[in-house]
């Protein structure tokens, strides 16, 4: 079900004439919150089996007519993305990694049955949401456009098998800072009753279904007084968070992370790995079991854990509390040393050494 086409797509526009006012705009841009006020456009590409990737283009956001048989609601073929854009110093938008992005979407898309959708038509399409709503993208400390690429089958038929007809969605929202009052240690629940994916499964793909099994195990973490909760695998060993990576900094200089084909590659996590090895620091993926994650705090060997994604960038973790159980995480230095570095990369006040940064504006 791959598309290899990479001619670039052309867009019909249809602007929002509803669209917010300046004033409307500025007001929302003030405290924009995160994914509850959307930008005034949004792209839509369909996608059919006889006829690939077509009639792309750009509208005014709003509701999306979906057939009540469609495969989507049904079967849960869907997919989706995380990605950002940053306003730099000089006016510029930028993006950061989005062929990395784009490689994840095809590898959900893969696991799914669902359409590749090539690296070219997904940068594509946030610079044509960006042109037509541009004035979107924040310019406040921390502040980003935060976008939403989506795709799932929209085909009418009750029958199981991959959908026949597709529709690739992207939508913005303007996002504040992560952390209002600045970065605070997040208390981490172990899920020991839930698993969020299986040997085999959908875990290393950006998909709902993932972050549905999540929700139930998540409201027991709030229950418990924790932030988030961690999963562990069929083996014993830390996955993820319902929707972060985890990293763990040893004495010795190491940086460890788990690492399995149930868990989501994470962009900012391989970025902030990249990072701390060009401080030299020796970087390992591999799985981690829970009782070396335990033994370490308790003897020393674990000097700092952490938990990283697009939205937060970098959590420390200040509380591991089970059943029985609550221990105190140590806090060091790095974990907010390497945030600082990337958001500096990525809102363009240093240097970006690997090229990174893609820009959408232009």
Known sequence: MTDTATAPLTFAVTRNLAAKNPAQREAILQDPGFGTNFTDHMVDICWSEGGGWHRPRVQPYGPIPLDPAAAVLHYGQEIFEGIKAYRHADGSVHTFRPDRNAARLRNSARRLALPELPTEHFIQSLRELVAVDLDWVPSGADQSLYFRPFMFAKEAFLGVRP????????????????????????????????????????????????????????????????????????????????????????????????????????????????????????????????????????????????????????????????????????????????????????????????????????
Not at 185 to 197: C, D, G, H, Q, T
């Open 163 to 362: 959908a026949k007809k597709v529709a690739y969605y992207l939508i913005a929202c303007p996002a504040g800072s992560y952390f209002a009052g600045g970065v605070k240690p997040v208390s981490i629940w172990l899920s020991e009753n839930y698993a969020r994916a299986g040997k085999g499964g959908t875990g290393a793909a950006k998909t709902g279904g993932n972050y549905a099994s999540s929700l139930l195990p998540q409201a027991e973490a709030y229950e418990k007084g924790c932030d988030q909760v961690v999963f562990l695998d069929q083996d014993g060993n830390v996955e993820e968070l319902g929707g972060m990576n985890v990293v763990f900094v040893f004495k010795d200089g190491r940086v460890v992370t788990p690492e399995s084909d149930s868990i989501l590659e994470g962009i900012t996590r391989d970025s902030l790995l990249q990072l701390a090895e060009d401080r030299g620091l020796t970087v390992e993926r591999r799985a981690v079991s829970l009782q070396e994650w335990r033994d370490g705090v308790a003897n020393g060997d674990i000097t700092e854990v952490f938990a990283c994604g697009t939205a937060a960038v970098v959590t420390p973790i200040g509380a591991l509390k089970g059943e029985g159980f609550e221990e105190a995480q140590p806090q060091g230095d790095l974990a907010l040393s390497l945030r600082e570095e990337l958001t500096d990369i990525q809102y363009g006040r240093r240097e970006d050494k690997h090229g990174w940064l893609v820009r959408l504006d232009a």
